[in-house]
């Protein structure tokens, strides 16, 4: 397939979509940059570039800049969600009167079922609209933005794992994808990029367990010294139950370890470890309140989504609940109930039972019911 | 009542062990104190005296100091437990052989349900033995030993609950402990001593919440710096799920806010304000370990009891059960297996139907079962 060039809208202009900006304008497309806070763009807004360090490095022209959502929609062929997951459904509702037919949406990543959620907010309220969605199971860039011009592109990721939802759209579509994207690889079940979110089996219990110190503001450094190995006891134990539900969805689980080893090339072999051996992770700080994404995002998107899974399956996960029920009590945020679960986006029950019967002919219906009523109804 | 002297054994030679010790002796009697370990007691051991400094000072002789179980427990006429909760069943099985009928034996504290654990476990084992088992609902003295000689007595409550399981025994037996402790308070219900049990609703919250700054032994007030206003929700939550326990079977129950009003004279109006106007709470450092009576005893004998009760009775306690879990996930010990549940103690099913049936003759017994089969399994 020869190179073509897109109208591609990224909508966030942080740390991830200033490096999308910055390597899609390298390769000749028209990027359109919507910022949501006018905070740290005015630079990049009065001279349409941005200046890019590391990896790539140099000054990348922007085909327009805008915070109006009507303007960089209209005209897109491809529009890029890199922003926090817990934002996906409300930038859905702004984007949702300018859509038009065969627009492709991309998640950077989707964290847990964030192309399924997107792809129903939109056929529900348009059900004639011709749409296609996908997810990435992680951001491609290890990446910082610099102050109001620039971002600073450490690393982009050999391989990531795609998927469009639903995937009858793999087959067509893939194909452009991974024109623009080479590094993208497609997986043929949404599962594979949702279910193995490692971010939330991370960073809730890191700052859960940190939460006296985060909240007195004592500096420390957030992975190599938030675990210590009783701690790193949690993080297996969460990982361990997220796998025990993607093997009983017949869904091939990455552990923590694998997927550290994989993307960072370390060669940990328990889970103290992993987080010693991270050279990227070391100088990162801990977060100064906990009011933060590892919470409000990670919790909401990542491990709530496997808990209302477990819960249907009947696979207990109380190390996932417990810190669920902790975090909602520390932010005084009910993240059950507004968070990804069967009981809110009803297409994700249609899509287990589908692929349970797909690939698991022989497990029963009737196990597929909730059968924890006190714990849940306790977060209403 | 005259006064008589008794003789008097001491189980433990801590903090409160030698503080009693010191109490009793300057009241004329006979005390023994039985250390169980060697560590810290030379110079006690080898002078059989205790010195002691502020509330009451001066030199206090002991009867007999000893590690032996039969000398110690048979010519006592009182056995007093000064030990963590979580030994009491260790060192009833240790003195079992040597009890004769009619010893009174006092857990200082019970904990949750301690007298009613002890109890049962003597019956068990030795049918007829005529025993008399009470527990106070804290410890009399505000105290810390000192070194391998004393005992620095900081203050001695006012007023400290004390009741005996079974309850029949207070009418004969309470007058001749009142004569020894004035300062006890008799109540007639064994649950009010048991279940306001408010170290446990402070402790493993502060600590699963700094165990970061814990494991990296990063130095910290323990009560002064380790509650911030997220923290202290979640204080007021495990409070709240003990407190709703409490009056569903009929004990009026005592807030932490109340107990710390008028057991340190505070005027807290929230459970921030609590832990930093305790002036005695001001300088108390944080522990070194996780293994620490913080998890191990509060945990086992503090929130398990409340969590078995709140799912026999059908009253949801997540918050408590997510301090159960991830401290036994931290510690790799599975403190819902040994802690005073239910299951394990069948006598705690009697006692609270029985109690149900006489206070709210309105309830029904159906409602009476675990209904919470997922979340109490993952415990296995």
Redesign the interface.
């Known amino acids: 397939m020869e190179n073509s060039n897109y109208n591609i809208t990224i909508i966030g202009a942080g740390n991830g979509g200033r490096a999308f900006a910055v390597y899609l304008s390298r390769l000749g497309h028209d990027v359109t940059l919507l910022y949501r806070s006018s905070k740290y763009v005015e630079n990049i807004k009065s001279s349409k570039t941005i200046l890019s360090f590391g990896y790539i490095s140099g000054s990348h022209k922007l085909k327009m800049i805008t915070n109006n959502y009507k303007k960089a929609i209209e005209n897109a062929d491809i529009i890029l969600y890199v922003v926090p997951a817990s934002a996906h459904l409300s930038i859905t509702k702004e984007i949702l009167p300018y859509l038009k037919n065969n627009q492709i949406i991309i998640l950077n990543p989707g964290r847990t079922w964030g192309a399924v959620e997107v792809y129903n907010a939109i056929k529900n309220n348009r059900p004639k609209l011709q749409i296609h969605v996908g997810e990435t199971q992680t951001l491609l860039f290890t990446c910082r933005k610099i102050h109001d011009f620039g971002v600073s592109i450490l690393k982009i990721k050999n391989s990531v794992d795609f998927c469009f939802y639903p995937e009858e759209d793999n087959k067509i579509l893939f194909p452009i994808i991974n024109s623009i994207f080479p590094e993208f690889n497609l997986v043929d079940d949404i599962r594979e990029t949702s279910l193995n979110n490692i971010g939330a089996v991370i960073h809730p219990v890191?700052t859960?367990?940190?939460?006296?110190?985060i909240?007195?503001k004592?500096d420390?450094h957030f992975y190599e010294?938030?675990?210590?190995?009783?701690?790193a006891?949690?993080v297996e134990?969460v990982d361990q139950e997220r796998c025990k539900i993607l093997r009983y969805i017949g869904v091939k689980p990455i552990s923590l370890i694998k997927w550290a080893n994989r993307v960072y090339g370390c060669k940990a072999t328990d889970y103290y470890e992993v987080f010693h051996q991270i050279e990227s992770y070391k100088n990162i700080k801990a977060p100064v309140s906990?009011r933060v994404r590892y919470l409000t995002e990670d919790i909401p998107t990542g491990l709530v989504p496997l808990s209302s899974i477990g819960?249907y399956i009947?696979i207990?996960t109380?190390?996932i609940?417990?810190?669920i029920?902790?975090a909602t009590?520390?932010?005084?945020t009910n993240f059950y109930k507004i968070g990804r679960t069967i009981e809110r986006i009803p297409a994700l029950k249609t899509l287990l039972i589908k692929k349970l019967v797909k690939k698991r002919p022989g497990v029963p219906y009737t196990l597929l019911q909730a059968?924890?009523?006190?714990?849940y109804?306790?977060?209403e």
């Open positions: 890191i859960v367990l940190n939460a006296g110190s909240t007195r004592s420390f010294e938030g675990i210590s190995k009783k701690i006891n949690l134990k906990l819960k009947s207990s109380p190390n609940n417990s810190i029920v902790i009590t520390l932010l005084n059968q924890n009523p006190i714990f109804n306790n977060f």
